[in-house]
C-alpha cells in the first residue's frame, strides 16, 4: 500500500478564473522550470536534477504528473506533493494530479554485495544488549515497509536466539526450494529466512563462530531473496564476535541502534556504535524503546526506565534519535501472537501510540537510506 494511493489528486484552487494568457504558460519546459524549484527536502537537490519527473501531461489548465520517489515509504511526499501544486499553480494549472511511482537506488558496494546482486538495501537493527526490543524494532520496521508499498526482506542473523519466526507468527514454517537454492518464508508481505526454519522440534542452537559464519553466508548467498527494495537484518544484541564478525560479513547500507532509556542500556548502546564505527558501518540514529509508559487507567504517562537517556546519546555522538516507542502491552501480545503491532493497526484508526511511532520510524530510516543511496547513484550515472 502506498502512503497515497496511485493517481491521487491534488487540487489547487479550481474555482479561481484563469486568464488566458496564464494558460498559455503551462508548457512542458515552463512546467520543467517550476519543477527545478521544488526541491526533495531529504536529499536537497530539485526534481528535475535528480530526474524524479518522469511524464508530463497537460489537459487545458489540468497538469498529470509522474514522480518517481526514491522511496515508496514516503517520509515527505506531502511536502513534495504541496510544493509542486504552489509551484503549478503559479503557472496557471487549476488542478495537478500527481502519479507517484518509486525507484528505490542501492545503497551498498563491495564484493560481498555480489551475494545479494537484487538487494539494493541492507539495514541492520542491532542493540548493546538483549531484551530492548531489537526484534519488536526489526519486525515493525519490515512490514511497515511493506505496508507502504516496497519490497522487503528479513533475514534473521541472530542465530542462536531466532525471534522473528515467533513474532512473524511463522514459528513451524520450513524452507523450501530446488537444489542449494530455497525459498524465503513469506508473512506479513515480508520475505524472511531464519535458522528456525531449517529445525525440527524447537531445538536449542548452539552452533559457534565458523558454523554460525557459513550459515549467514548461504542466507546471504543461496536464498532466493529476488528484487529487494530493502532487506532488514535482526543482528545478534551484543557487541562480542558474533555481531561483530556478522557486522563484517554482511554488506550493511547502516544500522539503527534499539536502546531502552537507561543508562546501563545506553552505555550498551555507545558500544554497540563504537563497533560500527570499527567496521566502518554507518549508524543511521538510535531508536529509543520502552520510552515511557501511558498508564491505560489513569491516562498519566510513566517514565519507567527514566528519560531523555538517547537525546544526551545522541547529542555526545552526533547521532540523531530516529524515534521514541512507548511500553504498550499491544506491542508485546502482537509479538508473541505472530501479528505484529503495525499490521494490525490501520493508520486511518490507529489508536497505538507505539504503531503510530514505529510507522514513522520506518519512513524516516527509508529517507536516511535515499540520502545515503544518492552518492552511489551519482556515481553511476557519471
Ligand atoms: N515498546 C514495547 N512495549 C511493550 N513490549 C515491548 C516493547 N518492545 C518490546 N517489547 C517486548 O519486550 C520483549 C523483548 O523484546 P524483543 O524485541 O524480543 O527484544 P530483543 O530482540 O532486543 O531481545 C518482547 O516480549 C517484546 O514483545
Ligand atoms: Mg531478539
Known amino acids: 500500500m502506498l502512503c497515497y494511493p496511485r493517481g491521487t489528486v491534488a487540487s489547487a484552487n479550481t474555482e479561481r478564473k484563469i486568464p488566458l494568457t496564464m494558460v498559455d504558460q503551462l508548457t512542458d519546459a515552463n512546467i520543467m522550470a517550476a519543477l527545478s524549484q521544488v526541491k526533495d527536502p531529504e536529499i536537497g537537490k530539485d526534481l528535475v536534477s535528480l530526474g524524479m519527473v518522469k511524464a508530463i501531461e497537460i489537459t487545458g489548465s489540468?497538469?498529470?504528473?509522474?514522480?518517481?520517489?526514491?522511496?515508496?515509504?514516503?517520509?515527505?511526499?506531502a511536502k513534495i506533493e504541496s510544493d509542486i501544486v504552489d509551484g503549478l499553480a503559479a503557472l496557471g494549472a487549476t488542478t495537478v494530479r500527481v502519479d507517484w511511482a518509486s525507484n528505490v537506488k542501492r545503497s551498498f558496494g563491495g564484493p560481498a554485495a555480489d551475494l545479494i546482486p537484487g538487494v539494493k538495501n541492507t539495514?541492520?537493527?542491532?542493540?548493546g544488549k538483549g531484551g530492548v526490543g531489537k526484534t519488536t524494532v526489526a519486525v515493525n520496521l519490515a512490514v511497515s515497509l511493506a505496508r507502504d508499498g516496497a519490497r522487503v526482506g528479513l533475514l534473521d542473523a541472530d542465530i542462536t536466539g531466532p525471534n522473528v519466526p515467533m513474532m512473524m507468527g511463522t514459528s513451524g514454517s520450513h524452507v523450501t526450494g530446488v537444489g542449494s537454492r530455497v525459498n524465503p518464508v513469506v508473512a506479513h508481505g515480508v520475505q524472511m529466512m531464519s535458522i528456525e526454519y531449517f529445525l525440527t522440534g524447537g531445538a536449542p542452537v548452539i552452533w559457534r563462530g565458523p558454523l554460525i559464519h557459513s550459515a549467514i553466508q548461504?542466507?546471504?548467498?543461496?536464498?532466493?531473496?529476488?528484487?529487494?527494495?530493502?532487506?532488514?537484518v535482526d543482528l545478534?544484541?551484543?557487541?562480542?564476535?558474533?555481531?561483530?564478525?556478522?557486522?563484517?560479513l554482511i554488506p550493511l547500507s547502516g544500522a539503527v541502534v534499539v536502546t531502552t532509556p537507561q543508562e546501563v542500556s545506553?552505555?550498551?548502546?555507545?558500544?554497540?556504535?563504537?563497533?560500527?564505527?570499527?567496521v566502518n558501518v554507518r549508524t543511521i540514529g538510535v531508536v529509543e524503546n520502552m520510552s515511557g509508559f501511558i498508564c491505560p487507567d489513569c491516562g498519566t504517562e510513566h517514565d519507567i526506565f527514566g528519560t531523555g537517556g538517547a537525546n544526551s546519546l545522541s547529542r555526545e555522538l552526533g547521532l540523531e534519535v530516529l524515534a521514541r516507542i512507548p511500553l504498550e502491552p499491544a506491542v508485546r501480545t502482537g509479538g508473541d501472537a505472530g501479528a505484529p503491532i503495525t499490521s494490525t493497526q490501520h493508520p486511518s484508526s490507529d489508536t497505538s501510540v507505539a504503531a503510530a511511532a514505529l510507522r514513522e520510524l520506518a519512513r524516516t530510516v527509508a529517507g536516511?537510506?535515499?540520502v545515503i543511496a544518492e552518492p552511489f547513484a551519482g556515481a553511476r550515472a557519471s
Open 123 to 127: 539495514i541492520a537493527v542491532a542493540s
Open 236 to 248: 545478534p544484541p551484543g557487541t562480542g564476535d558474533a555481531a561483530l564478525s556478522l557486522s563484517q
Open 266 to 278: 545506553l552505555l550498551d548502546a555507545r558500544k554497540a556504535i563504537a563497533m560500527f564505527n570499527k
Open 218 to 232: 548461504q542466507f546471504l548467498r543461496d536464498v532466493e531473496w529476488g528484487e529487494l527494495d530493502y532487506l532488514i
Open 62 to 77: 489540468i497538469v498529470d504528473l509522474t514522480v518517481e520517489l526514491t522511496t515508496p515509504a514516503c517520509p515527505l511526499k
Open 368 to 370: 536516511r537510506i535515499s
